[in-house]
């Protein structure tokens, strides 16, 4: 049972660079979700998407891209990283309000 | 934007003693979750509430609802090393999506 996996598990960029995070989820769920997790904000919601061809901002959507070619794979792009992006990246995809979370990449951005 | 606040925002206490952790909004969810994280994993889900008032237990965990939907509390009775954690609160809003805690770290010593 693989579930939500995401790669890499650590990545460190330089500013400007960019990358992309992969997530990857075999459960067929249509909803998945980036999320960023911060020491005392808990997490919030980068970006999120319904099903295949379609995707929407969340609360903090800016300097992340994201698409949805399948229902399996939703990649986060980061296309020029800046030291606040410096974060725990999580991916989750959702069985109705039930989330399922992948182990997380955390990026740092010298 | 809903915001959910947590306290405490961490806990450290001997094995064997009791507690309780809170969640509060001014706003008002369809359900509620709690999470548990450990370190280098992603958060798990332990619970949803969804009725006002409604109360639900986990073998020592007791999870309950407010009566407006808006507040939620986690009690451990005879916490025990292995409750060490990120505790996570979640509220479910439109479309499923998730407006999460800043979290409750709890330690709980030998």
């Known amino acids: 049972n693989a579930g939500v996996t995401q790669t890499p598990k650590f990545q460190v960029l330089k500013t400007g660079q960019s990358m992309t995070l992969q997530c990857a989820q075999d459960?067929?769920?249509?909803?998945m979700s980036w999320y960023r997790q911060d020491p005392g904000m808990g997490l919030r919601l980068i970006h999120y998407?319904?099903?295949?061809?379609?995707?929407d901002q969340g609360e903090v959507p800016n300097g992340y891209n994201v698409s949805r070619s399948t229902t399996e794979d939703f990649p986060l792009r980061l296309l020029s990283a800046a030291p606040s992006q410096t974060s725990v990246y999580f991916c989750?995809?959702?069985?109705?309000?039930?989330?399922?979370f992948g182990q997380g990449t955390r990026l740092t951005v010298v | 934007t809903q915001l959910l606040e947590q306290s405490p925002q961490f806990l450290s206490i001997q094995e064997g003693e009791n507690l309780t952790v809170y969640c509060n909004s001014s706003?008002?969810?369809?359900?509620l979750q709690w999470y548990r994280q450990e370190p280098g994993e992603g958060p798990v889900l332990l619970v949803t509430?969804?009725?006002?008032?409604e109360v639900k237990k986990l073998k020592r965990l007791t999870f309950q609802f407010g009566d407006a939907r808006k507040d939620s509390s986690l009690h451990i009775t005879a916490a025990q090393p292995g409750d060490t954690g990120l505790y996570l609160c979640?509220?479910?809003?439109?479309?499923?999506?998730?407006?999460f805690g800043g979290g409750t770290r709890l330690m709980v010593k030998p």
């Open positions: 989750a995809s959702s069985w109705g309000p039930e989330a399922f």
């Open positions: 459960m067929n769920h249509e909803y």
């Open positions: 998407s319904v099903g295949a061809g379609i995707t």
């Open positions: 706003s008002v969810f369809s359900s």
């Open positions: 509430v969804v009725t006002g008032g």
């Open positions: 979640a509220g479910v809003g439109a479309g499923n999506m998730l407006t």
